[in-house]
């Protein structure tokens, strides 16, 4: 009796809080918390204490109620070896989110630092925890992970990555709001790095709280909010194109047309989030169609600034072939004739050969490339210590020394932030246990041992040709890891973004007047050759 009405209790709080009665929900939860307390500790109970949990979290986030976070977070702490075992990656989830909604709410551009960016790295390695447990178990992650996961990537300034994210949840149609509205908040972010504001840009803005104010999932009370903000930002447009007379629908059928006439390769980059163009994260028309990231257009800039300059070429160079390698790959028909002059010993252990799988196995390696040289350029750019016969990776040089470390904790600079928290994902150390440092290894087994790609479920093995090494050897599926090459290719292309907005504070910071670069080389973009 008692458990069916705290399961018809808890039915009832989850209603007030989409009604946004957030007071009247947290008091009942406290209520309901009590009484699952003294039940008998089996499995129902901590059903229940999971469930009032989650309550707990969400009357915290969007009730702006802290205490309430923090009483979610106690129980998930509490009661983590149960609710690990038995609720998966339910529990990493929900773990993420209270972590999260612990921050202040405060505008990001003036708060994450090197000084606290730890705290919100962990919250991100559950998001990242929780998206690995569901994917072995079901394959599909369920949106609400990725739009709180780009939530997450947001908050440490990973915005190129979080906007692929929202898009891949929005292009669905679904009912999501939080999606459509932290996609404007990471477009206003992008906006106050960049300063690339656009009317196509303000469009883009205005389109998300546009959709939140008439949403079925956002509470009614907060209908007028969303909708003054899209007024407010309609009023902004106006003014500035006052001059153009032209409809939203004949822009969007402009865009379009502009898209279908890019080549099969450009739409390709765009569509998997893969392009280098700072107007192509946002908008799909024609001044998206060329990978024209630079650090200064038509600046004029200093040495250093020309220096970074021929590094970022380095860059987009090596990526750009990397990509192409990928896409010969998907569209291996043009390119397979090629392949009838290898042949190789038959020894039916479903092992992946030839021309077409060395595109990708390459393209993955490149990836690591980039980064390391990513991590050089910051070396030289900040002009830090090197120590004795160090070398210099990408994804551990950060916090070499506690000096070094401490030096990044004085910098206020978004794109560093940026950088590191990828560098975090990738390292496997104790302190940062990166949910993403298989990559690495992997990029290591390519580079300097044996990585055996395979085409089925497991591995087949007629002639026991895996059994005579002394150390074990790694299978990884061909399909797990082109989709694992298409997420290296796009965690290299944020860092690529990244860095371009690291060099571009930093000149800003360190000028002589600090809003505006001054020095004696002008940079031009050159054009690439094929």
């Given at each position: 009796m008692i458990l069916l009405n705290i399961e018809d209790e808890l039915s009832?709080?989850?209603?007030?809080?989409?009604?946004?009665?957030?007071?009247?929900?947290?008091?009942?939860i406290k209520t309901a918390f009590s009484r699952v307390k003294r039940l008998l500790k089996n499995k129902q109970y901590f059903d229940h204490l999971f469930a009032i949990s989650g309550l707990f979290i969400d009357v915290g986030h969007m009730g702006r109620n802290s205490e309430s976070t923090l009483k979610g977070l106690k129980i998930l702490e509490d009661n983590r070896q149960n609710f690990e075992r038995y609720k998966g990656h339910y529990f990493y989830y929900f773990y993420a989110n209270a972590l999260s909604y612990t921050q202040k709410n405060e505008d990001l551009l003036d708060y994450v630092n090197f000084q606290n960016v730890e705290n919100l790295n962990y919250a991100k390695r559950m998001y990242w925890k929780a998206i690995k447990s569901v994917q072995k178990q079901h394959n599909t992650v369920p949106d609400e992970y990725l739009v709180n996961?780009?939530?997450?990537?947001?908050?440490?300034?990973?915005?190129?990555?979080?906007?692929?994210?929202?898009?891949?949840?929005?292009?669905?149609?679904?009912?999501?709001?939080?999606?459509?509205?932290?996609?404007?908040?990471?477009?206003?972010?992008?906006?106050?790095?960049?300063?690339?504001?656009?009317?196509?840009m303000l469009k883009e803005i205005r389109v998300g709280y546009l959709f939140a104010s008439k949403s079925n999932n956002v509470p009614k009370i907060w209908h007028p909010f969303y909708k003054s903000r899209s007024d407010s930002i309609s009023k902004h447009i106006n003014e500035l194109s006052n001059e153009?007379?032209?409809?939203?629908?004949?822009?969007?059928?402009?865009?379009?047309?502009?898209?279908?006439?890019?080549?099969?390769?450009?739409?390709?980059?765009?569509?998997?989030?893969?392009?280098?163009?700072?107007?192509?994260?946002?908008?799909?028309?024609?001044e998206s169609g060329t990978d024209n990231l630079t650090i200064m257009e038509n600046v004029i800039g200093d040495q250093t600034i020309a220096s970074m300059e021929l590094?970022?070429?380095?860059?987009?160079?090596?990526?750009?072939?990397?990509?192409?390698?990928?896409?010969?790959?998907?569209?291996?028909?043009?390119?397979?004739?090629?392949?009838?002059?290898?042949?190789?010993?038959?020894?039916?252990?479903?092992?992946?050969?030839?021309?077409?799988?060395?595109?990708?196995?390459?393209?993955?390696?490149?990836?690591?490339?980039?980064l390391d040289k990513i991590g050089v350029a910051i070396?030289?750019?900040?002009?830090?210590?090197?120590?004795?016969?160090?070398?210099?990776?990408?994804?551990?040089?950060?916090?070499k020394t506690p000096e070094r470390f401490n030096l990044f904790q004085n910098i206020q600079n978004y794109g560093l932030i940026a950088l590191y928290s990828i560098a975090n994902d990738l390292n496997s150390t104790k302190t940062d246990q990166g949910e993403l440092s298989f990559y690495k290894k992997w990029r290591n087994l390519l580079e300097h041992d044996f990585m055996i790609i395979h085409t089925n479920k497991s591995p087949e093995d007629l002639y026991g040709s895996y059994k005579g090494f002394t150390k074990q050897i790694t299978f990884v599926n061909e399909n797990d890891f082109i989709e694992s090459l298409t997420h290296v290719l796009q965690l290299t292309?944020?860092?690529?973004?990244?860095?371009?907005?690291?060099?571009?504070?930093?000149?800003?910071?360190?000028?002589?007047?600090?809003?505006?670069?001054?020095?004696?080389?002008?940079?031009?973009?050159?054009?690439?050759?094929?």
């Open positions: 009832i709080i989850s209603q007030q809080i989409d009604n946004g009665e957030f007071e009247k929900a947290f008091d009942a996961l780009a939530n997450s990537l947001k908050s440490q300034y990973r915005i190129t990555e979080a906007l692929q994210y929202y898009d891949q949840v929005n292009q669905k149609n679904r009912d999501l709001p939080q999606a459509w509205t932290n996609r404007s908040e990471a477009l206003i972010i992008l906006n106050k790095i960049t300063s690339s504001l656009s009317i196509v153009i007379d032209e409809t939203d629908h004949e822009d969007a059928l402009l865009t379009q047309n502009e898209y279908n006439d890019l080549s099969s390769y450009r739409k390709w980059c765009l569509d998997r989030h893969l392009s280098l163009t700072e107007h192509g994260l946002y908008c799909k028309c024609i590094v970022l070429n380095r860059l987009k160079s090596e990526f750009g072939f990397s990509r192409h390698l990928y896409y010969e790959y998907l569209n291996s028909s043009d390119w397979t004739k090629n392949d009838i002059e290898q042949s190789f010993s038959e020894l039916f252990n479903d092992e992946v050969l030839g021309l077409n799988i060395e595109r990708v196995r390459t393209a993955f390696r490149i990836c690591f490339g980039i070396f030289d750019l900040l002009k830090l210590k090197r120590e004795k016969n160090e070398m210099i990776y990408f994804h551990s040089f950060w916090k292309r944020s860092a690529i973004f990244s860095f371009v907005f690291a060099v571009r504070e930093h000149a800003k910071q360190n000028s002589p007047d600090k809003g505006q670069i001054i020095g004696t080389l002008e940079v031009h973009k050159k054009q690439g050759y094929f």
